[in-house]
């Protein structure tokens, strides 16, 4: 940084009569503080008109430094000179603002009341001038987006944004902070807007320029809710499924007595029979319908989560009388068997794709059967129907 500040001479240098004329003259330019600030090539350039501006005007009019008594006549000069001081203003041609170096020429003008001055009786002169710029030193220049890492994690349009600059140079890592807009709530195509902030005096203290403050990323790579799951490779899933239905008819069906409507439709057809004791003696699971399900508004999600993979499989079960109850019917004998169907469901809640809708990156979790169905038509209403004003639904094609 280089400041460069008005050579005050003498006033009596500085004021000279314009001959004939009666006014007072004033050379502006010598009043003027320029300051160029950064480093070269990369400068910028201010210019404020000094505090002396204001006693020069006065000795001007007033043939004296009103500012060396306090009487009431010097303080009511003194606001008077001020007055006209405070109009003069310097400005810096537009296009030699910014960006400047060693050797640069900057022209600079003042503007003022020329109504006030003709009233106070003096002149401005120097009113246009140049000024060179030079002392600048010279500038390390680092892109400090070199080696960003942008990683985006989650679930459009849900995702988020990571800022990793362990891979951008020294003066960067240390000295420079990334902002991202928006930072959260991302979809793949969204515009990313990366800031970087420094401490711009640190930097030129250590030579150091940044050549850019602001980039735009592309959001990209963001996990997805698949719009469809029937080209994606389910075999994982519907093993898990089946798995979950195995243990179920394992741990709550086999040997013991289903509590559906199966043993009373299929044995015990006229109630007569509630005494004797039955058990499952055979199960076995098949799908029979699916289907998938994806939340209609992905921001917010749902209670159920941003998806769910359902499959709906039929239970085929045999039951066995075991023993004749003490008011049992003896029509049925000990060792009738009768099998019949039963429906539950499992689903697969809250997974995500990759962008290519192709691989289940982000697993989702299964839930345990919680209730055996008599009718498909009742599984696939508390399944799947009940949920179609909030999820899309589409059918699976089961293989």
């Given at each position: 940084?280089?400041?460069?500040?008005?050579?005050?001479?003498?006033?009596?240098?500085?004021?000279?009569?314009?001959?004939?004329?009666?006014?007072?003259?004033?050379?502006?330019?010598?009043?003027?503080?320029?300051?160029?600030?950064?480093?070269?090539?990369?400068?910028?350039?201010?210019?404020?008109?000094?505090?002396?501006?204001?006693?020069?005007?006065?000795v001007?009019?007033?043939?004296?430094?009103?500012?060396?008594?306090?009487?009431?006549?010097?303080?009511?000069q003194?606001?008077?000179?001020?007055?006209?001081?405070?109009?003069?203003?310097?400005?810096?041609?537009?296009?030699?603002?910014?960006?400047l170096?060693?050797g640069?020429?900057?022209?600079?003008?003042?503007?003022?009341?020329?109504?006030?001055?003709?009233?106070?009786?003096?002149?401005?002169?120097?009113?246009?001038?140049?000024?060179?710029?030079?002392?600048?030193a010279d500038?390390?220049?680092?892109?400090?987006?070199?080696?960003?890492?942008?990683?985006?994690?989650?679930?459009?349009?849900?995702?988020?944004v990571?800022i990793?600059?362990s891979?951008?140079?020294?003066?960067?890592?240390?000295?420079?902070?990334f902002?991202?807009?928006?930072?959260?709530?991302?979809?793949?195509?969204?515009?990313?807007?990366i800031?970087?902030?420094y401490?711009?005096a640190?930097a030129v203290?250590?030579?150091?320029?940044?050549?850019?403050?602001?980039?735009?990323?592309?959001?990209?790579?963001?996990?997805?809710?698949?719009?469809?799951?029937?080209?994606?490779?389910?075999?994982?899933?519907?093993?898990?499924?089946l798995?979950?239905?195995?243990?179920?008819?394992?741990?709550?069906?086999?040997?013991h007595?289903?509590?559906?409507?199966g043993?009373?439709?299929?044995?015990?057809k006229?109630?007569?029979?509630?005494?004797?004791?039955?058990?499952?003696?055979?199960?076995?699971?098949?799908?029979?319908?699916?289907?998938?399900l994806?939340?209609?508004?992905?921001?917010?999600?749902?209670?159920?989560?941003?998806?769910?993979?359902?499959?709906?499989?039929?239970?085929?079960?045999?039951?066995?009388?075991?023993?004749?109850?003490?008011?049992?019917?003896?029509?049925?004998?000990?060792?009738?068997?009768?099998?019949?169907?039963?429906f539950?469901?499992?689903?697969?809640?809250?997974?995500?794709t990759?962008?290519?809708?192709?691989?289940?990156?982000v697993?989702?979790?299964y839930?345990?059967?919680s209730?055996?169905?008599d009718?498909?038509?009742?599984a696939?209403?508390?399944?799947?129907?009940?949920?179609?004003?909030?999820?899309?639904?589409?059918?699976?094609?089961?293989?």
């Amino acid at each position: 940084m280089r400041k460069v500040t008005s050579i005050l001479i003498c006033l009596a240098i500085t004021l000279t009569l314009l001959s004939g004329c009666g006014k007072k003259e004033i050379d502006i330019s010598v009043f003027a503080d320029v300051t160029v600030s950064g480093l070269n090539g990369h400068a910028t350039a201010t210019v404020i008109a000094n505090k002396e501006l204001k006693n020069a005007v006065a000795v001007a009019v007033y043939g004296k430094d009103v500012t060396a008594t306090d009487s009431i006549d010097s303080i009511q000069q003194m606001v008077t000179a001020g007055t006209f001081a405070d109009s003069v203003k310097y400005e810096i041609a537009p296009e030699k603002k910014e960006d400047l170096k060693n050797g640069d020429i900057l022209t600079i003008k003042a503007t003022f009341s020329k109504a006030t001055a003709d009233s106070l009786k003096i002149s401005l002169s120097k009113t246009t001038f140049e000024y060179t710029v030079e002392g600048l030193a010279d500038a390390k220049e680092i892109n400090p987006f070199d080696g960003l890492v942008l990683t985006y994690e989650g679930v459009s349009p849900n995702g988020t944004v990571s800022i990793d600059k362990s891979g951008t140079a020294d003066y960067v890592k240390n000295n420079v902070s990334f902002t991202a807009t928006p930072a959260s709530q991302l979809a793949n195509g969204d515009i990313v807007d990366i800031t970087a902030t420094y401490d711009a005096a640190k930097a030129v203290q250590n030579g150091i320029y940044l050549t850019q403050t602001e980039k735009q990323y592309t959001a990209a790579d963001i996990n997805v809710v698949p719009s469809d799951v029937n080209s994606i490779d389910k075999s994982a899933i519907d093993a898990q499924q089946l798995s979950v239905v195995n243990q179920y008819i394992a741990k709550q069906i086999f040997g013991h007595s289903p509590q559906t409507s199966g043993v009373e439709n299929n044995i015990d057809k006229n109630g007569s029979d509630g005494s004797s004791s039955y058990k499952c003696t055979a199960a076995s699971a098949s799908v029979v319908k699916g289907a998938y399900l994806a939340a209609k508004d992905m921001t917010s999600g749902y209670v159920e989560g941003l998806d769910k993979y359902v499959t709906i499989y039929e239970i085929s079960i045999t039951i066995e009388k075991t023993e004749m109850g003490f008011f049992g019917d003896t029509s049925i004998p000990v060792g009738t068997t009768s099998t019949f169907s039963v429906f539950a469901y499992v689903d697969y809640d809250d997974f995500a794709t990759d962008p290519a809708q192709t691989t289940i990156l982000v697993d989702g979790q299964y839930k345990d059967i919680s209730t055996l169905y008599d009718t498909l038509d009742e599984a696939y209403n508390d399944a799947v129907l009940q949920y179609q004003a909030d999820m899309t639904v589409t059918d699976i094609q089961l293989k």
